[in-house]
């Protein structure tokens, strides 16, 4: 039971992982919109201005960067957790 219990969050974390890098490319790859996106701007992506589409783009970018870098981050703390868990219930 432990050690299901260890593996839970790990995979769980991985398949946040996953989704986010799914994305990542998504994002990366889109010249435009997606179809979320002219939902809430109310707004198809050829009526808007090209400087806003510039920004548009570029925050999307931003966000790809910043997805993958806490990936990162949470994947590291995962396995740190992992291991002082494995410690901890050495110990008991």
């Known amino acids: 039971m432990k050690e299901i ?5 790990i995979l769980l ?6 989704i986010s890098m799914i994305m990542a490319v998504k994002n990366l790859s889109s010249n435009k919109f997606l179809p979320f996106h ?5 707004k198809p992506w050829d009526e808007i201005d090209n400087p806003i589409k510039l920004v548009i783009l ?3 970018r ?5 997805n993958c870098k806490c990936t990162k981050s949470v ?10 868990n494995f410690r901890f219930s050495e110990q008991i």
């Open 38 to 42: 002219e939902k809430v701007a109310k």
């Open 62 to 66: 931003l966000t790809v960067i910043g």
């Open 75 to 84: 994947n590291k703390n995962v396995s740190k957790f992992s291991k002082i």
């Open 5 to 9: 219990l260890k593996i839970i969050p």
């Open 13 to 18: 974390y991985t398949i946040v992982g996953i």
């Open 58 to 60: 570029t925050f999307m």
